[in-house]
């Protein structure tokens, strides 16, 4: 008798589990453990719900601090710097400080060289407020170029001394450190250390000139010696005399800070004195790491005060939106009001910008052709006067002819036409009869003046 599907699933051996057995209970092993759904939870995720409500919006904090900052950083431009500043000051920098750092220094790696000003003046500005990001930035700049420098790596030896520069521009760093990189890239000279110091020096140059002159002269006497040895490439030894050429014109064109990106006072700046072979440099990677602290509370509320102390209470926008209703709806009611209240305003112009358009098109359509017409009559009886004049124009007609290709359209019509109506009728070109038959037009007016 062949088994039916019944016996065949009864004689399936099931599978045990963990959680109850026929009369007997066991326990789940230890290293399971389980929610209260029956969903298995990494021993490393499972945590109390007090704790992990804590941490949870402590982590939701620190991702939006992260996203803010990285994007506040890549909208800034020199024309809404002035914008930007006051929303970066705003968020918790003594918290984020490494994110900022991080974020300034892979935006300023990635951009054009251009926008690096506009990253130093940011650093100027969260460094006078609160020293330690720039003292930590620029830690990280020294580091980072040492150890490109070492590796060879001529695109981030690059970009670490560009920012660099513009730091001692802003008076963030004291030019000893630019001075002291100067003297790293040119100790051995090569085609790409060469290149990365005439890009410092271009960059700082104006500032090192105020505050080090002999210090930038050295520099520039090492860049002759290389010039002169010729152990660089062509395009390097174009570089350096470009270099000298900018040095000549006293580094006009190439500003120290530009005025849309002077934001700090000489006198509120904090300048730090970095040396580039310090070896207790402390780069504090770890502050990019998500960490919870046991006085998250207490830390914004004094990052609140503070901030209260740097932007004052009237930039801080801490309302409801019951209270930006209110506000929006009493501001309506108030511009009603007005509107009601006050007269309409006129404006008038009293620049007569109308009439003088109006005049100069009426001068343009008439007193064009008038005076088209004038000037050849009058230079007819010039010429009928004294044969000087003829000499004269027969010599402004030459010199018109060679001149005509930097002439306007314009101006070559009305010195055609004037040309034209002297040969015409010629009197510029009457000879005497020693001097052989006249060549030139009919004597009467050619129609092509007209």
């Known amino acids: 008798m062949m088994p039916t599907r019944s016996d065949a699933s009864r004689n399936r051996k099931r599978p045990r589990t963990a959680e109850v057995e026929v009369g007997h209970t ?3 092993p230890p290293s399971k453990r389980c929610d209260g759904g029956g969903i298995y939870v990494p021993p490393y995720r499972a945590t109390t719900d007090d704790a992990d409500e804590e941490s949870g919006y402590e982590r939701r904090s620190w991702d939006a601090l992260r996203r803010s900052i990285t994007g506040l950083v890549n909208k800034a431009t020199a024309a809404n710097i002035r914008h930007v500043a006051p929303e970066l000051l705003s968020e918790n920098l003594v918290r984020v400080r490494g994110l900022l750092c991080r974020a300034l220094r892979r935006s300023q790696a990635a951009c054009p060289a251009s926008f690096t000003p506009v990253f130093a003046a940011l650093a100027a500005v969260a460094n006078a407020r609160l020293p330690c990001v720039g003292r930590l930035l620029l830690a990280r700049l020294t580091l980072r170029a040492r150890r490109a420098h ?6 981030r030896l690059a970009a670490a001394a560009t920012f660099v520069a513009h730091l001692v521009n802003q008076g963030v760093a004291r030019d000893l450190l630019a001075l002291q990189l100067l003297a790293l890239l040119l100790d051995r ?33 090492c860049l002759r010696s290389v010039l ?17 050429a900018i040095r000549k014109a006293q580094f006009r064109g190439h500003p120290p800070v530009q005025p849309e990106l002077d934001l700090i006072e000489p006198d509120d700046q904090v300048t730090h004195q970095i040396e580039l072979d310090d070896d207790e440099l402390d780069p504090e990677f770890h502050l990019d790491v998500f960490e919870s602290s046991p006085s998250f509370e207490q830390d914004e509320a004094a990052y609140e005060d503070l901030k209260r102390t740097i932007l004052g209470d009237d930039k801080i926008q801490s309302s409801s939106p019951d209270d930006e209703e209110t506000d929006s ?29 109006l005049r100069r098109t009426i001068y343009m359509t008439e007193g064009e052709g008038v005076h088209e017409l004038l ?17 004269g124009f027969e010599a402004c007609f030459a010199g018109h002819y060679s001149a005509a290709h930097r002439m306007t359209t314009p101006a070559g019509r009305r010195c055609a036409a004037l040309d ?11 000879r005497t009869p020693s001097d052989g038959p ?6 009467s007016p050619h129609p092509a003046i007209r």
């Open 438 to 443: 006249a060549v030139g037009l009919p004597s």
């Open 150 to 155: 070492a590796a060879g790596n001529t695109h």
């Open 189 to 221: 000279p090569t085609d790409g250390s060469v290149e990365v110091a005439i890009g410092l020096v271009t960059h700082c140059g104006a500032a090192l000139q105020e505050s080090c002159p002999r210090g930038l002269h050295a520099v520039l006497d």
């Open 228 to 244: 002169h040895d010729g152990d660089v490439d062509k395009r390097v030894e174009f570089l350096i005399e470009d270099l000298f």
């Open 329 to 357: 709806d009493d501001d309506e009611s108030a511009g009603e009001e007005s509107e009601t209240d006050q007269p309409p305003v006129v404006v008038r112009d009293q620049t007569d910008t109308d009439l003088i358009n």
């Open 375 to 391: 000037r050849p009559a009058l230079g007819q009886r010039l010429c009928a006067v004294d044969r000087a004049y003829q000499a």
């Open 420 to 430: 034209l109506w002297a040969c015409a009728d010629d009197r510029s070109t009457r």
């Open 26 to 28: 066991t326990a789940a």
